[in-house]
């Protein structure tokens, strides 16, 4: 079993950045892969980026390639979201996900545990 809490979220200004964090708690985070996925008002929720367990792999959304770095840190059962150069489209609740071991990474239903969510709010 694995708890997850985001944290983080806020607004900021176009161009700006933000760090989001997630704490985990439970036995055995190091053997999950984590992902970050986001959801605006009225739509759906969207696979943003992910880090396998082995941390081996790594994917972004096509949308914040370049712009966001996925990280995590098994010791201190962290995982971290840098988002730079912030766009109005990237407003969003941002939730922080773990799946045991070896899920397809960009898979929203491969994930197992969620956080409650972070609300990101880009606007001038």
């Known amino acids: 079993q694995v708890q997850l809490v985001e944290s983080g979220g806020g607004l900021v200004q176009p161009g700006g950045s933000l760090r989001l964090s997630c704490a985990a708690s439970?036995?055995?985070?190091?053997?999950?892969?984590v992902a970050w996925f986001r959801q605006a008002p009225g739509k759906e929720r969207e696979f943003v980026s992910a880090?396998?367990?082995?941390?081996?792999?790594?994917v972004y959304a096509d949308s914040v390639k370049g712009r966001f770095t996925i990280s995590r840190d098994n010791a201190k059962n962290m995982m971290y979201l840098q988002m730079n150069s912030l766009k109005l489209e990237d407003t969003a609740v941002y939730y922080c996900?773990?799946?045991?071991?070896?899920?397809?990474?960009?898979?929203?239903?491969?994930?197992?545990?969620w956080g409650q969510g972070t609300q990101v709010t880009v606007s001038s």
């Open positions: 996900a773990a799946g045991y071991k070896n899920p397809r990474l960009r898979i929203l239903k491969e994930y197992d545990y």
């Open positions: 439970g036995r055995a985070f190091n053997t999950y892969a």
């Open positions: 880090i396998s367990w082995g941390e081996d792999s790594i």
